[in-house]
C-alpha cells in the first residue's frame, strides 16, 4: 500500500469515528497540540487515559463488589473517569459516566452495575478504535508520510 | 272654869261615823306612806326614768298629804293646841307642795305623751324596714340563682347540655311543674318542642309560629303570661283537681353569626326566637313573682348568648377542618408542581447537553477549517457557518435560558459591543435568505447612533435577527426596511405604548429598531397573540410550519428585561406589518472601547502558535492525570512554559512569584478554593501573586460564585479548544480578570 492509500484509509477511518460520536471536537484539539515539538502528544495522552481508565475500572468493579457499596467513593472513580474522557474526547465513555453519576447519586447498585458494563463496554470500543488508529498512523510514518491534518467533510 | 287650850271639834261627835272616818284616815295615811316608798323601789330598778325630781315632788306631796290624815286622827278627840299647830303646818306644807306638783304634771304630761308617740312611730319603722329586708333577700337570692344559672349555661359550649341545664336548673330554682322549650324549623313556620324538663323523649309536637299569642310573646322581651289552653302550654295531661298552674311564656333570641356588628349589639327585625315556657305547679295558688319574671328574662338573654358563642365555636371548627382540607390538597399540589418543574429541568438539562456535544464539534470542526488554506470566498463561507453555529449555540442556550426567563433568573450581560457591527453581521446573515427570495434589504442607521453600546450583544443581536427573520418569512416579495436610531423622550408619549415610560438619564440611552415589510400582514385581532409562547397565527401555519412560535416570546422577555418595549402593527391581511422595538442600553466612551470582553467569536488572526505567550510561566493543578496531560500540551503549544501539580500542597510547594497564571480544578474532591485562600495569604503583594483562574468541567451556577468568593481573578470552562485558550490569556494577561458565563 502506497503512503496515498494509507492516508486515505487514515481518513476514511477517522471519518466515522466522529460521525458515530466515538470521538468529538476534543480529540481533533489534541491532534491540533501535536507538532515538531511534541510529536508523539497524541499517543503520550491516550496512553495514559488507557492506563487510568483501567485501573479506574477495576476500583469500579471491587468497589460495586462489596455488600455494602460506599457509593461516595463509586461516585468519586467516576468523576474521575469522565474528566478523563471527556479530555481526550472519548464522547461515548463520557456520557455513560454522566448516566453512571446520575445512578450514584441514587444509590441504585444494580444500574450502577449495568452502567459500569456499559462504561466498559464503550471503553473496550474506544480503546481498540484508537488503537487501530495508530497502527495506521505507525504504518504512515513508517512508510514516511505524514498523517493528513486536514479531514475534508465535503466527500 | 276652868281654861284649857284644847279645841273643841266643830261638830258634835257623832260616833260611828267617826269611827269610820278614823279608820279612813288611817288606811289612807299608811297608803299614802306606802306608795313612795314602793315608786324609790321602783325607780332604783329602772334606770331610765328621766323625771326623778317629779317623783321626789310626787313622794313629798304623799307623805305630807300622809302626814295630814296621820295627824287627822288627832283631831276627832279633844286635843291641845301643839297638835292643831302640827296639823295646819302639816296641811300648809301640803298645800304647797300639792300645788307645785299640779304645776309640774302640766308640764311633763305633754312630753310623756309624745314618747308614746315616738315608740309608735319607731315599731312602725321597724316593721317597714323588715318588709324591705325581706324583699332585699329574695332579690339578692335571685341574683345568686341567675349566676348559678348563667354559671351552669355558660360553662358548656354543647348546644344541647345548655338548654337541657337552662331548663333543669330553672325547674329547681322556681319550683316548677314543667319547663319546655319549642325552637324554630328550618322552613321557620313551625315552632317544634324540642326540649321539655320533665318528659324524656319530647315527640316531634309542632305548631305553627304565626299565632297571636306567640307574636305577642315575641314582640315584647319581657316573660308574658299566656293561657293554659294555648297549643304551647299544653305540654302535659292535665293532672290537678283545681287550677292548674299560671303559665309564663319568654322569647329566647337566637342570634346567627351575621347579626354581629363590631360596637352594637344586634338591633334586628326579623330574627329567629325559641319560645321558653314555664308552667307553675297546678293547685299551688302560686302566682308569679315579679322577681321570677325577671330572673326568668334574664336567663332567656343568657341562653341566647351560650347558644350564640356554641354556634360561633361550631362555625370555626367547621372552617378549621376545611382549613385543613385545603391545605392538604395545597400541599400535595404543590408538591406536584415541584416534581414537574424538576422533571422538566432536568430533561432540559439533558436535552441541553446533547444539544451542545454536536455544536462543539460543529463550531470545533469549523475553526479547525478556518486554520487551513481557503480562498477568500471559502473563508467567508467558513466564517458564516461559525457565526451562525455560535448564535446557534447560544440559541440552544437560550431554550434552557426560556425557563430560566420565566423563572425570572436570566441576568443580562453588560459589555462593549460595536453595535454598528452587529447591524452589519445581522444584515450579512440574512442577506443570503433575503437574496434567495428577491427580497430587498434597505437598512437605515442613523447618523447619531453610536458606534459603541453597552449591553448584552447576544441577546440584542437574536432579537433583531428574530425580527428581521420574522419579516424576511412572511414576505414573498417587495422591500424590507429597517431602520435604527436613538429615540427621543418625545417619541415615547406614543399612543401605542401607554405603559412604557422610559427615563433617559446621562448613562443610557433608548436604540429604536423598526422593521417594515411588504409581506403577508397580520389580522389586527390576532397581534396580541403574537408574543404568546407557541401559539402559531393560523392562516400563516401551512407556510410555515418549522416557525415554533418561540420566537417572539423570547424577544419580547429579552427585551423586557433590557427594560424596553416591543410591539407589532399591521393594517390587516396582505398589507404588510410593521415590528419595533425600544431597549435601553448603556453609553460607551471611547476609553470603554478596548476593554473587549470574551466572546465566543472567531478571532481574527488564524496564526499557529502565537509567540505573544512565549516563556509565560504557568501551574496546572488538577488531580486527574489525562486532564492534566491535555491542559498542559494546550499551553505548551500556545509557548508557555507550564509545571503541572496533581494537588495543592504539590501545587503550594512549587508555586514561586515567577510563576504568571495558575489553572486548578475546583470540583469536589479537590480544595481548589482552598488553595486559592492560601496563595492569596502566601503572595500578599498583589503584584507578586500569579491569577488563579478555575479550570472547570463543572457547570453549576454555585462554582462561579464560589469563585468569586474565594477570591478568583477567573473561570473558564473545560473542554477548551486551542483558540479559545488563546483568547482566554490574551485577556487574562490583558485585564486581569475573567469571568466565564456557566
Known sequence: MDVGQMQRQWIDYTKPLFFEGFLDGQFLQLQQLQDENNPDFVVEVVSLFFEDSERLLKDLTFALDQNVVDFKKVDAHVHQLKGSSSSIGAQRVKNACIAFRNFCEEQNTDACLRCLQQVKQEYCLVKNKLETLFRIEQQIVAAGGSIPTELSFSG | MEFCNCIDPQMPADDLLVKY??????????????????????????????????????????????????????????????????????????????????????????????????????????????????????????????RMLTHEIRSTLHRHTILKTTLVELGRTLGLEECALWMPTRTGLELQLSYTLRQQNPVGYTVPIHLPVIDQVFSSNKAVTISHNCPVARLRPYAGKYMPGSVVAVRVPLLDLSNFQIYDWPEVSTRNYALMVLMLPSDSARQWHVHELELVEVVADQVAVALSHAAILEESMRARDQLMEQNVALDLARREAETAIRARNDFLAVMNHEMRTPMHAVIALSSLLQETDLTAEQRLMVETILKSSNLLATLINDVLDLSRLEDGSLQLEATT?????????????????????????????????????????????????NVVGNAVKFSKEGCISITAFVAKPESFRDARIPDFLPVPSDSHFYLRVQVKDSGSGINPQDIPKLFTKF????????????????????????????????????????????????????????????????????????????????????????????????????????????????????????????????????????????????????????????????????????????????????????????????????????????????
Open chain 2, 21 to 146: 272616818q278614823y279608820i279612813s284616815d288611817f288606811f289612807i295615811a299608811l297608803a299614802y306612806f306606802s306608795i313612795p316608798l314602793e315608786l324609790i323601789y321602783f325607780v332604783k330598778k329602772s334606770a331610765v326614768f328621766p323625771y326623778k325630781w317629779v317623783l321626789v315632788q310626787f313622794g313629798a306631796f304623799i307623805v305630807l298629804c300622809g302626814a295630814t290624815h296621820l295627824i287627822n286622827l288627832w283631831t276627832f278627840v279633844i286635843h291641845s293646841r301643839t297638835v292643831a299647830i302640827v296639823m295646819t303646818t302639816a296641811k300648809v306644807l301640803t298645800a304647797v307642795v300639792s300645788c307645785a306638783t299640779a304645776l309640774m304634771l302640766v308640764h311633763i304630761i305633754p312630753d310623756l305623751l309624745s314618747v308614746k308617740t315616738r315608740e309608735l312611730f319607731l315599731k312602725n319603722k321597724a316593721a317597714e324596714l323588715d318588709r324591705e329586708m325581706g324583699l332585699i333577700r329574695t332579690q339578692e337570692e335571685t341574683g345568686r340563682h341567675v
Open chain 2, 417 to 465: 459591543f460595536n453595535l454598528h457591527s452587529l447591524f452589519r453581521e445581522v444584515l450579512n446573515l440574512i442577506k443570503p435568505v433575503a437574496s434567495v427570495k428577491k427580497l430587498s434589504l434597505t437598512p437605515h442607521l442613523a447618523s447619531d447612533l453610536p458606534m459603541y453600546a453597552i449591553g448584552d450583544e447576544n441577546r440584542l443581536m437574536q432579537t433583531i435577527l
Open chain 2, 535 to 742: 401559539a402559531q397565527n393560523q392562516s400563516l401555519t401551512t407556510r410555515n410550519p418549522a416557525g415554533s412560535g418561540l420566537g417572539l416570546a423570547i424577544c419580547r422577555r429579552f427585551v423586557n428585561l433590557m427594560e424596553g418595549h416591543i410591539w407589532i402593527e399591521s393594517e390587516g391581511i396582505g398589507k404588510g406589518c410593521t415590528a419595533t422595538f425600544i431597549v435601553k442600553l448603556g453609553i460607551a466612551d471611547r476609553s470603554n472601547e478596548l476593554k473587549l470582553p470574551f466572546v465566543p467569536k472567531v478571532p481574527g488572526n488564524p496564526v499557529h502558535g502565537c509567540t505573544h505567550f512565549a516563556g509565560l510561566k504557568v501551574l496546572v493543578m488538577d488531580d486527574n492525570g489525562v486532564s492534566r496531560t491535555v491542559t498542559k500540551g494546550l499551553l505548551m503549544h500556545l509557548g508557555c512554559d507550564v509545571t503541572t501539580a496533581s494537588s495543592s500542597e504539590e501545587c503550594l510547594g512549587v508555586v514561586s512569584v515567577e510563576h504568571e497564571v495558575v489553572f486548578m480544578e475546583v470540583c469536589t474532591g479537590l480544595d481548589g478554593y482552598e488553595l486559592a485562600v492560601r496563595l492569596h495569604e502566601k503572595f500578599t503583594k498583589h503584584q507578586d501573586r500569579p491569577l488563579m483562574v478555575a479550570l472547570t468541567g463543572n457547570t453549576k451556577r454555585v462554582t462561579k460564585e464560589n469563585c468569586m468568593r474565594v477570591g478568583m481573578d477567573g473561570l473558564i470552562l473545560k473542554p477548551i479548544s486551542v483558540d479559545k485558550m488563546r483568547g482566554v490569556l490574551s485577556e487574562l494577561l490583558e485585564r486581569r480578570v475573567l469571568f466565564e458565563t456557566v
